[in-house]
């Protein structure tokens, strides 16, 4: 069965140091990646995504993500957080046999020292 | 703006008393999504309507329904809610034409959170 972890439930960074978010996924084909943050009692906002192409991704707010095959992995990553970045942030999967749905992993909670 | 609008943001219920959670769109996406998040938790996935077509997920349970009467509108019918049923419940739209891939991604409404007294 397809699945996402996110190994990290909880996070603390200082401000200005960087940051990386490991994301793992288990299926059978390439699928399609997401990361999502959410905000204490809002909606998830998009970061970025890959389709396909480049494996590298860069999003908004300074983050990017990089897809690698080999280990199934997409992990974000932001050279230097600042105070607002502080959420929650979920990984997703898409799936090629079935697409309209999306697996959300189970978040990985930042917290930023200021 | 183009947006993902919930309504109520907050709603509080009696136990066993129906409620509706409402969702409007002005993407002009075909594909809708009601999503229940519980705190601390990932979103699960309730059902989703790919235009008018519905999709239920096997897990989700009977009390909870669906109705969609227009491509704007899509509405959460749950029909005698419990403790357990308290929650965030989002709403998420995308665009996608039959047997291809997602042209766009999942745009999320703000969410309303349900309080089961």
């Known amino acids: 069965a397809q699945s996402v972890t996110q190994p990290d439930i909880h996070i603390t960074v200082s401000e200005g140091a960087s940051l990386e978010l490991r994301c793992n996924y288990s299926?059978?084909?390439?699928?399609?990646l997401f990361w999502y943050v959410q905000s204490p009692g809002q909606g998830l906002q998009l970061l970025l995504k890959?389709?396909?192409?480049?494996?590298l991704v860069q999003g908004i707010k300074g983050f990017e993500a990089e897809f690698k095959r080999s280990q199934s992995s997409f992990n974000l990553r932001k050279p230097s957080v600042h105070w607002s970045d502080a959420a929650e942030y979920f990984c997703?999967?898409?799936?090629?046999?079935?697409?309209?749905?999306?697996?959300f992993g189970p978040g990985t909670s930042l917290s930023v020292i200021p | 703006d183009a947006m993902v609008i919930q309504n109520p943001r907050y709603q509080v219920t009696q136990f066993g008393k129906p409620v509706t959670l409402s969702c409007s769109q002005t993407?002009?996406?075909?594909?809708m999504y009601w999503y229940q998040q519980k705190s601390s938790q990932a979103p699960k996935l309730l059902f989703h309507?790919?235009?008018?077509?519905?999709?239920n997920e096997a897990d989700t349970p009977d009390n909870f329904q669906s109705r969609r009467p227009n491509t704007s509108f899509c509405f959460l019918d749950i029909r005698s809610p419990g403790l357990g049923d308290a929650a965030m419940y989002l709403c998420?739209?995308?665009?996608?034409?039959?047997?291809?891939?997602?042209?766009?991604?999942?745009?999320f409404g703000p969410g309303t959170r349900l309080l089961v007294l």
């Open positions: 299926y059978g084909a390439t699928p399609y």
């Open positions: 998420a739209t995308s665009s996608r034409y039959a047997n291809s891939p997602p042209q766009e991604t999942q745009y």
């Open positions: 309507y790919y235009d008018k077509d519905f999709n």
């Open positions: 890959y389709f396909s192409g480049d494996t």
């Open positions: 997703a999967v898409g799936m090629k046999t079935s697409y309209d749905k999306v697996i």
């Open positions: 993407l002009n996406h075909n594909v």
